[in-house]
């Protein structure tokens, strides 16, 4: 978590990712709080560089004493505030608040972190039973209609205090944060929120449980080695491996991840296994069983449109988006919908061509979602003569690792990296390394985290255990994790030019977070609008296929051999293949959730409705293109149940700015410790201290322009 009480109030209002849901004031007493702390490895700072966490002290058992513990301390630390006799200082209210619940901040970050990275049955337990303990104390202290008092004066007279930018603009954000929070609303709906609160941390908490074993229950068992045809040897070993895991010797298990798509689908020869492994993804937590998210998403969505009215909005939709560089409900909504058309027109031109293709092979039956992969990567084969396989043996992790985006990060900024073994992790397969800034001063600690577990969460993201702030003087320690198949003891690891993307994606948010130089933990690193803090990081996937950084890492893992450069043009050649398929699967996701976000409480559906509800609103934002589903389906969007909810077209409205940088890097020489260092100065460092869309005027020298994107995805008028 990165500032104490900003975090706190996104808890309290389910804004934070899932994971990160909490809710019901510490009934702990301090003094059995205090009898549990004595050997608690929160109760002080760690001793460790950077205060980095004493991993190999941290036991499950630590968790709830500690975050009882911190809780009590901070609803102390607040009541003083509100308490105190003295007039209302910027030092004595809001730099106070800054400096609250250290304690309890300390617990919580490493506790959801691990609950998303490295999960088991106590963990859970507790996400369960402190959610809604959690939610309540934040809802304790963005309710206390005193500490708002203090709040809204300082506010009031902001342009009288002789504050600079950043403390002006934390005053600001404090009395923003508070409004939103409900600080302005009576007593009676204050309770009714606190129990909107309350329920909604208890839900979010439950789907996200619900996803981690459904994904493991919904793995494909495969009996033979035959029905694999088409996977290489290392996907197949790893599948073995699974099985042997869950004690299916002599069987195969291919694990799910989070979307709809399956990277095995593009492999997978034999089509009756494409369409169990296709409907085994799409099908989840939809149609009965322990695991079944329809209720839940249901009732999300009813309580959040209740919620929204409850303070004063149309919709949740509105709500989220205020706070956003979107603003409006409007903004969003045309955006997506200039997008649709003509990526869906783009899909169906593609599905006609792998249709071509199938009929040419006398395949005898119609286009299937399972089988769009497969025959894509035919067409690709066809139209530019290579496949992804081919590429897989020169993006060995290693290299990709160092070679590549550590390169990149060094050629661009100056900073260098040392791995180190003393640290203690939190899992064996987890790695450590120093980040020398270009001057030789420690600039942060680094953690990477790449490989799939089965009590790992899906998808791929970035988390901070410390965070940068001039006020307590810490550096930041940044994770990166990823969810890539661990081949078999002695084998490489050789990664999809997806995951080497990725990889290049999620070093950008922690780049984010390591050059942060801000003075207060509210703007710290990735403390910025929803709709921007994917847009560092969509930059630096630039920096995968530039010809100098792809020729130092991209090297054939036996024969040490660069890539040859035919088929890096051939990669480039393709780079709009298949853009259709991808834009319209991420806007079917980004149209859903504003679906589920735009209806107010008397329009939500019940368990049995959710999925007539997810078809109809697919149809009517023209995206219902069956061979192409959305990339993420209601029952398993675990983005929408945490920080994007509301807020899924982020990815593409960072786009925009991302897309338009690039022009910039291309136009001023590309990969030059000048660009970088400009980047970093007026943009990366920054955090949320300024207005999010003035750091990209600083950076560009300009409003943002459309048109980069549009042609980068193939969408411009032909």
């Known amino acids: ?89 910027f030092d004595n209210t809001i730099v106070a608040m800054e400096k609250s619940g250290q304690l309890l901040n300390r617990a919580t970050t490493v506790f959801f972190n691990l609950s998303g990275a490295n999960t088991n049955d106590d963990l859970e337990k507790i996400q369960s039973e402190m959610a809604p303990k959690l939610s309540a104390h934040q809802d304790a202290i963005a309710l206390n209609g005193k500490l708002f008092a203090r709040i809204q004066a300082l506010y009031d007279k902001r342009d009288t205090l002789g504050l600079d930018a950043e403390g002006k603009r934390l005053i600001e954000r404090y009395y923003t944060d508070f409004v939103r929070a409900g600080a ?50 290392g996907a197949i070993a790893a599948a073995a491996e699974a ?149 897989r043996p020169y993006f060995e992790l290693d290299n990709v690792l160092k070679n590549g985006v550590f390169f990149a990060a060094n050629k661009l900024y100056g900073i260098s990296f040392k791995e180190r073994k003393d640290l203690p992790v939190y899992n064996p397969d987890v790695r450590v390394f120093d980040v020398t800034d270009a001057d030789g001063k420690a600039l942060a600690i680094f953690l990477v985290d790449y490989y799939a577990r089965d009590n790992k969460r899906g998808g791929a993201w970035m988390n901070e255990y410390v965070s940068q702030s001039g006020l307590f003087g810490t550096h930041p320690v940044v994770a990166n994790h990823l969810n890539i198949p661990k081949p078999p003891k002695g084998e490489p690891t050789l990664l999809t030019y997806d995951e080497v993307n990725t990889a290049f994606h999620e070093f950008g948010h922690a780049l984010h977070g390591m050059f942060s130089n801000v003075k207060y933990p509210r703007f710290s690193g990735t403390s910025v609008p929803r709709d921007f803090v994917e847009y560092p990081s969509q930059v630096n996937e630039m920096w995968a296929t530039w010809p100098e950084v792809l020729k130092n890492y991209a090297k054939h893992y036996k024969t040490g051999e660069p890539i040859p450069q035919e088929l890096v043009d051939k990669v480039i050649a393709a780079d709009k293949f298949n853009q259709g398929f991808a834009t319209t699967e991420y806007l079917g996701a980004a149209l859903l959730d504003q679906s589920w976000h735009q209806i107010k409480a008397s329009q939500a559906p019940d368990a049995a409705g959710v999925l007539d509800f997810e078809a109809a609103a697919l149809k009517k934002a023209g995206v219902d293109f069956a061979p192409v589903p959305p990339r993420y389906r209601s029952t398993y969007f675990s983005h929408i149940m945490g920080g994007y909810a509301a807020g899924y077209y982020a990815y593409i409205w960072s786009e925009v700015l991302d897309a338009d940088s690039v022009e910039w890097f291309k136009e001023n020489g ?49």
């Open 243 to 391: 099985a042997k895991q869950r004690k299916l010797e002599g069987k195969y298990v291919i694990a799910l991840q989070n979307t709809s798509g399956q990277p095995a689908l593009a492999q997978l020869e034999n089509r009756a296994l494409r369409e169990r492994l296709q409907k085994a993804s799409v099908n989840r937590a939809s149609h009965g069983g322990e695991f079944d998210n329809r209720a839940i998403v249901a009732k999300v969505a009813k309580l959040r449109a209740e919620r929204a009215a409850l303070l004063g909005y149309e919709n949740h939709a509105a709500y989220t988006l205020e706070d956003e560089t979107a603003k409006t409900v409007k903004a969003v909504n045309d955006r997506l919908a200039q997008l649709a058309p003509p990526a869906v027109a783009n899909a169906k031109k593609e599905a006609a061509e792998l249709q071509a293709m199938i009929d040419k092979e006398k395949g005898g039956f119609q286009l299937a979602p399972w089988d769009w992969s497969f025959y894509a990567e035919k067409v690709r084969a066809e139209k530019y003569s290579f496949d992804q396989g081919q590429l």
């Open 670 to 718: 590309g990969l030059s410790r000048k660009n970088g260092d400009h980047f970093r100065q007026t943009l990366l460092s920054r955090g949320g201290s300024e207005d999010a869309m003035q750091l990209f005027k600083d950076f560009r020298g300009r409003d943002p322009d459309v048109k980069p994107l549009l042609e980068r995805r193939g969408l411009t008028a032909k």
């Open 1 to 89: 978590m990165k500032n104490r009480l900003a975090v706190a109030l996104a808890l309290a209002l389910g804004l934070a990712a899932p994971l990160y849901a909490a809710d019901k004031a510490a009934t702990a007493a301090p003094a059995a709080a205090k009898a549990d702390m004595s050997q608690n490895p929160f109760a002080k700072p760690s001793t460790l560089p950077f205060q980095y966490p004493a991993f190999d002290k941290i036991r499950n058992e630590h968790f709830v004493p500690a975050m009882e513990a911190g809780m009590t301390e901070q609803r102390a630390e607040m009541d003083a505030i509100a308490d105190s006799k003295d007039a209302p200082t």
């Open 184 to 233: 302005k609303l009576n007593d009676a709906d204050k309770a009714k929120l606190k129990t909107l609160n309350s329920e909604l941390a208890s839900l979010q908490t439950q789907f996200s449980q619900n996803m981690l074993k459904e994904n493991n229950a919904s793995a494909v068992i495969v009996d033979t080695k035959e029905e694999l045809k088409g996977l290489s040897d």
